[in-house]
């Protein structure tokens, strides 16, 4: 009997070893790719009224989807690892439910007609930013969960200001006088240059100081003679409209620049 031992000793060490072998073979490994859905339920507008202070906030229908992009950055819930992800909202809308790794994430939304910069040419659009907010419009995170779907609201707020460029108009005599001496009038910021084709024309511009060249050509039999402009700088805010009215003098014919904001609204 006790010769027996050593083989019941090899035995019993055996199993274990083979039982240990088992277990690390067979433990659960974390899953990389645990994934939820997400999906935009509303994306809101703020912008002031042309006639004044008012501010209000509307819905941007989503034809509109296609013209914003999107970037999704957060971070995964499984290792805890960074995440980003860009795209064209309207992968967001409806029903299409993006699948996302689990975890917690903000959604930047950036857009307009056309995405604009200060080199643009033409008169420009209006553009928008803005990020994924709580229940009471605040700039807010939020989390995806595993097999589930996650809706997100966003409030988009303007990136640019809006500028118009009237003439201005002689009262007494019931006529534009700067349209009256001049034509062919160009507005050109850095590289950029509106054409002055009408008494009004409407540009957009990102923020900042603007300088600025005036350029026109008197009119075939008015009084002034010589082709003048001006020159000078303006400084623009986002989400406000300015007014930027030019001037004439009716006699010496000397072109000037008349600049004011039409309303005095800040965003949040």
Do not use: W
Not at 16 to 26: A, F, K
């Amino acid at each position: 009997m006790l010769h027996d031992t050593p083989k019941i000793l090899l035995l019993a060490f055996l199993t274990l070893l083979l039982s240990g072998c088992l277990n690390e073979d067979t433990q659960p490994q974390p899953e990389q790719s645990v994934t939820g859905r997400i999906v935009l339920n509303i994306a809101d507008v703020e912008a002031y009224t042309d006639a004044g202070i008012t501010r209000t906030v509307q819905t941007l229908p989503s034809s509109e989807y296609s013209k914003y992009t999107y970037t999704l950055t957060g971070t995964s819930l499984i290792d805890n690892q960074p995440v980003s992800k860009t795209g064209i909202l309207s992968e967001l809308m409806g029903n299409a439910n993006m699948e996302v790794e689990a975890g917690t994430y903000t959604l930047t939304v950036r857009g307009g007609a056309t995405l604009k910069t200060a080199s643009e040419t033409g008169n420009g659009d209006s553009y928008y930013e803005g990020t994924s907010v709580d229940g009471n419009g605040d700039q807010a995170t939020f989390d995806i969960h595993v097999g589930s779907t996650t809706t997100v609201n966003v409030l988009l707020k303007p990136a640019n200001a809006k500028l118009t460029i009237v003439y201005d108009v002689d009262e007494d005599a019931d006529k534009d006088t700067f349209a009256e001496l001049y034509g062919n009038g160009t507005f050109t910021v850095g590289t950029r240059t509106i054409n002055l084709t009408s008494a009004s024309t409407e540009a957009y511009f990102p923020v900042g100081t603007l300088n600025y060249t005036l350029a026109v050509a008197a009119l075939a039999g008015s009084h002034v003679t010589d082709i003048t402009g001006a020159t000078g700088s303006i400084t623009v805010e986002a989400g406000l409209a300015y007014t930027l009215t030019l001037c004439a003098d009716p006699i010496t014919g000397v072109v000037m620049i008349d600049f004011k904001g039409t309303h005095t609204g800040e965003f949040d």
